[in-house]
């Protein structure tokens, strides 16, 4: 039944009922700031009191329902889908995840715990144990996070005082707690929100409620307890969906292409570790127009390495401001912890927020990536920075793209899928980039893209064909046994061009001695075009040290910064076409394409001898109709 006035004191009465009509009041939508037809997707996952349809309560009094409607007529364009299941626990959630997933949500709320606690008659021990709860919790938060779902974590409301003991004599809430504990913890440790019910449930049995008047059964709520969860859950979901649907509409009100700057250090600028070509600002402006479809984006890259947000500050006027951005993102951190303390670095961050939003932009903080740990950048001290980025964000009011949760969900689930990301000790490759730029887009318009269409930058070599075309000498450094060949191909496209050749020997070294000769060879030399063929008999110790060394060898035979030479990689499959020992052929292509440059491979069947496809390789670059 509805409590009565006798059973719930009239100021919580009142702030439950304010806080849900807050929302279906707050507006009627003028045709100027009408919703986006795009919509947020958020799924409720959970147990029965999450499905909460029973004798007493409708599917229109869930609290699922009641969210959507209150989020719909506030002007923020969702859809919910529950999806809680009676009886569940954790580790039947995580089994049935794959069935949520393909659901494609934006938002999860995770609700469960009183099934997990609960002890049967007849029994000794929980249906689950505290810590397979608390484990089954993080895989569930990790899964969502590493596929920039944003999952919300929820404690389950408290049993009434007069429900009937469990199996062992004890009142439900005596175990229950302990697992609303563990959740509390899972959530502070992975950094995502919290809406804790259970609290807000014992804050309002201290005040004198009745919570057997907030439920059909002791347990599970009726309308009003619904009522109660919705007004709970609102303000989680509704500050995150407020800035980016203020941000999409910006967007699409402005006549010219938006004007994104991206701020930062070396992982924000173009640099070796990315091919030094583009970095996430150019992902992001891609990620941006695919999710605010209509839009065209301007995104300029200021991140320059080494800086601190105290360089980032000396710099802002000519290199931020003078862009007249709409939206600003901030990267600062990996240069800060080594440089500048906590203290300062929250001093710059608002400083920075405060210059940003004063010319009328917006601004979107974000933590660095997490990084390979060394004596230098260790975890720990990372982690308190990225923690003060956190801090100022809900200060501020700022949202934050938790880059560096996003990426240790990555390594909590695989960590050699996150080394694959890393192009260094610290530096994100491209396919790395395409990870920040996803989270930032997430962070901005809160859509989810994928970026897994974007190919490596075409022509491949540019300078090159520049210089082909102009017939102009053109330096070559080359790994054998393309050194012998590489003059000829060249001349058939230009007959005449003088092409100087140098030999970069590899025969008999190993990965790592070949790391050593490209740091002292290719910047040193500064050629045109650097074909790096790395043979297949190039002894690594390990997996580790072959992406590492592999890694280095790329970084090495790249320009520091933006573009100066070309450099093209050419598997091994091209010059020895025999089988792949060491199984390392497939690492090899998903290496130099995380790296965003070109590769020259051997086709599936072909007998080609290496020169036919390197030459035909560089056609289709000489011929763009051809590509």
Known sequence: MTPTGSSVPRSILATVLAAVTLFATSGTVSGEDRPLPQTTHIVTLGDSITNGERRGVTAEQTFASLIESSLLVAGRPV??????????????????????????????????????????????????????????????????????????????????????????????????????????????????????????????????????????DGCHPNPFGHRV?????????????????????????????????????????????????????????????????????????AGISGHTTADGLSRIDKDVLAHKPDIVTVMFGLNDMVRVSPADYRKNLITIVGRCRKIGAEVVLATPNNVIDTPRRPTDRLVEYCDVVRSVGRELEVPVCDCFRGYDAIRHHDRRDWRLLMSDQIHPNMDGHRRIARQLARAITGRRVSLADVHPVEPAIPRTLSLLK????????????????????????????????????????????????????????????????????????????????????????????????????IHPSVGDPGGDEAGRDKLVRRLVRAQDLQLVDRPVGSRADSVKILEDWIRRQWMPESR
């Not at 689950?128 to 993080?138: F, G, K």
């Not at 003991?165 to 899972?186: D, M, Q, S, T």
């Not at 502070?188 to 004198?208: I, P």
């Not at 070949?514 to 690594?540: F, G, H, T, W, Y």
Request: contains cysteine; proline residues 5%; aromatic residues 6%.
């Open 79 to 216: 859809r919910v889908t529950n999806v809680g299941i009676g009886g569940e626990r954790t580790d039947q959630a995580l089994a049935r995840l794959g069935k949520v997933l393909a659901l494609k949500p934006d938002v999860v709320t995770i609700m469960y715990g009183t099934n997990d606690s609960y002890v049967d008659q007849g029994q000794t021990a929980s249906r689950l144990s505290l810590d397979r709860y608390r484990d089954n919790l993080v895989q569930l938060v990790t899964e969502l996070l590493r596929r920039d779902i944003r999952p919300v974590l929820m404690t389950e409301p408290r049993w009434a005082d007069d429900v009937k003991p469990n199996g062992v004599g004890e009142h439900p809430n005596v175990r229950l707690e302990k697992y609303v504990k563990a959740c509390r913890e899972v959530a502070a440790l992975w950094h995502v929100t919290l809406v804790d019910h259970f609290s807000r449930w014992s804050e309002a049995k201290t005040d004198g409620v009745t919570l057997r008047g907030w439920t059909t």
């Open 229 to 301: 969860l919705a007004a709970t859950m609102l303000p989680a979901l509704e500050t995150p969906l407020a800035h980016s649907t203020r941000i999409r509409e910006r967007m699409l009100r402005v006549d010219r292409p938006v004007r994104v700057v991206c701020f930062g250090d070396s992982v924000t600028g173009v640099y070796y570790h990315t091919g030094s070509r583009r970095a996430y600002t150019a992902m992001l402006g891609l990620a941006l127009e695919a999710a605010v479809p209509g839009t065209r984006v301007r995104a300029i890259n």
């Open 470 to 569: 102009a017939g102009r000498p053109i330096r070559v450094l080359a790994m054998p046994p393309f050194d012998s060949s590489i003059a000829g191909v060249l001349q058939k496209l230009k007959p005449g061009v003088e092409v100087e050749v140098t030999r970069w020997p590899v025969g008999g070294q190993s990965l790592k001695k070949i790391e050593q000769e490209a740091a002292k060879r290719v910047r040193s030399m500064k050629p045109d075009l650097v074909l790096v063929a790395v043979p297949r008999n190039a002894e690594a110790a390990s997996e580790e040290e072959f992406i590492n060394a592999f890694s280095w060898i790329m970084n090495h035979s790249l320009s520091f910064s933006y573009q100066q030479w070309d450099c093209v990689m």
